[in-house]
């Protein structure tokens, strides 16, 4: 292996959670009159942390999401989490190999602690992260594409940044770990290569991960 720490995203690299999640955003901010198709919330939103989304709304319409938006949000993404949510296909069999190889993973997401925890939970995945292999963009000031998220998880997991590998699939999370400094895996199976462009490796299989990081 050449790497000392493998971090993975989380929505769309380990759960197959944005298309769930993107149904459910693009309905809300449409119910709230701000009409979003599925297809502009993968473009704008994907692999954001929430202030990104009331950032961007409030730049272009003037107008502020409501106090609780993210609650509301949340407790509907939670409840189709439960009914609809599946491990990204692979997924499992390349944490195995790290495992048995003794190479150190973990997870930085732009999601909360909350939402990490409910999507491990419902995908049986939380039997490999204990809380010491969990970040989130709420560990940190600022969320991706800023490298803060990464480079707290690399100190927080003893690697320097140089020896490490992200698996990413949006091209807010690209930018994150190339400014981040750390080797970056572009997994496509829902965001077209060109929108990766900046990772150095590519893949649609996430089952033939583990042999790329060799």
């Keep these: 292996m050449r790497y000392d720490l493998v971090i993975f995203d989380n929505d769309g690299v380990l759960v197959d959670s944005e298309p769930i999640s993107n149904r459910l955003l693009a309905a809300y901010l449409t119910e709230l009159g701000h009409p979003t198709t599925y297809e502009e919330s993968i473009r704008d939103y994907m692999g954001s942390a929430m202030h990104r989304i009331h950032d ?85 000031g600022r969320g991706k594409p800023a490298p803060d998220l990464f480079l707290y998880a690399a100190e927080r997991m003893g690697v320097a940044p140089e020896r490490c590998a992200v698996v990413e699939d949006s091209p807010l999370g690209v930018q994150a770990a190339v400014a981040a400094g750390m080797d970056v895996y572009g997994f496509t199976a829902m965001t077209p290569a060109a929108r990766l462009a900046g990772a150095g490796h590519l893949f649609a299989d996430m089952g033939a991960l583990a042999d790329l990081l060799v």
């Design 56 to 140: 961007l709304i409030l730049e272009r319409t003037g107008q502020r999401l409501p106090a609780d938006f993210d609650e509301v949000f949340h407790r509907r993404v939670f409840a189709a989490f439960e009914r609809e949510l599946q491990p990204v296909a692979g997924v499992t069999g390349v944490l195995e190999k790290l495992a048995v190889d003794g190479v150190p993973y973990c997870v930085a997401s732009s999601g909360s602690h909350a939402r990490i925890r409910v999507g491990h939970r419902t995908t049986g995945l939380d039997r490999w992260f204990t809380e010491d292999r969990v970040f989130s963009s709420e560990d940190v």
